[in-house]
């Protein structure tokens, strides 16, 4: 299956104005999973979300800057991203938080760390990070987005590191294994190995729908198959390449359902890294853009997240 057809595999003939209501809603703010009359300052907001949580840690930030320049710490990315939103007129009471981000309990991390400022998150996503709800989950998100308000939308594949510095793994609560870190991501690239380098077994086996998500990562990536067989680090690639056709189709569908826009999107997309209990995870921005109701982008922010 060619990338343009995975991609259409993920849309729908949906669109955001199918879910715009024909009245106006009288349901509350907090069945939209918004923080109703949020007066808090957001700044003092972020301090109490990691508060009790993993400290910065120098050495294991070398570890993770070695393998991942540019990442910085989820204390960082949230405590930038929510001050420049801020200015831009964000607030808990006004935003409605968009994820699309791995199946993986690892991954809801970073979800916490933006819901104790923007409340629940709507999520878009599925095995890999990849936005498998398409333009159908997106128009039913850009519905619940507050009258006269903002979304944010995070998204983007995951890596784990272990304390060693190993990519692929990381440390799991209650678990003595050190495990695969995206277990999807990681078959996914397996099954790619397989066919670049001629060992993959010849079957006449449809996909079958109990997996389809997983078949839609293994032809999703497809296209990266060169650049990972000549990657130096192919676990260190991969995130990146994973990126790249997340990116792809979540442009595609941001587009597709702008109508659905009030005042301002922001769309944050990188990689996600996942470490072990007693580190911080960290997280490498790529993109982050501000969109207008029409969905234009008016404003390139990544640099900001990066000083």
Do not use: W
Not at 31 to 50: E, H, M, T
Not at 160 to 166: E, H, L, Q
Not at 263 to 280: C, D, H, K, W
Request: glycine share 10%; with cysteine.
């Amino acid at each position: 299956m060619k990338l343009h057809s995975a991609i259409l595999l993920l849309g729908s003939l949906a669109s955001a104005s199918a879910f715009a209501p024909t009245k106006v809603s009288t349901r509350s703010l907090s069945s939209l999973n918004i923080v109703p009359g949020d007066k808090q300052d957001v700044a003092d907001k972020v301090k109490d979300i990691f508060a009790k949580g993993p400290k910065a840690n120098a050495d294991f930030d070398k570890i993770v800057q070695e393998r991942f320049p540019g990442a910085i710490n989820n204390q960082e990315l949230v405590t930038k991203t929510v001050d420049i939103l801020s200015r831009k007129g964000y607030s808990g009471s006004n935003t409605l938080l968009a994820t699309s981000l791995c199946c993986d309990e690892l991954a809801r991390q970073l979800e916490d760390d933006f819901n104790g400022v923007y409340g629940n998150n709507f999520n878009l996503g599925g095995l890999s990070g990849f936005p498998f709800a398409g333009n159908t989950g997106f128009g039913a998100m850009a519905a619940h987005i507050p009258d006269d308000g903002y979304c944010l939308v995070v998204y983007g594949p995951h890596v784990g590191i272990a304390a060693d510095g190993t990519v692929g793994k990381v440390e799991r609560s209650g678990i003595a294994l050190i495990d695969t870190c995206c277990g999807s991501a990681v078959a996914a690239s397996n099954y790619l190995k397989g066919i670049t380098d001629g060992g993959a077994v010849i079957t006449t086996k449809l996909q079958e729908f109990s997996d389809f998500q997983q078949g839609a990562v293994q032809e999703l990536i497809l296209p990266h198959g060169k650049r990972l067989a000549e990657a130096k680090d192919r676990m260190i690639e991969l995130p990146y390449a994973l990126y790249d056709s997340q990116d792809m189709l979540m442009t595609d569908i941001v587009k597709k359902g702008s109508l659905g826009i009030k005042r301002g999107l922001a769309l944050l997309g990188g990689i996600q890294i996942n470490t072990g209990p007693e580190t911080l995870d960290y997280f490498v921005p790529m993109r982050f853009d501000y969109m207008n109701y029409r969905g234009d982008v008016v404003e390139d922010m990544v640099s900001a997240l990066k000083k």
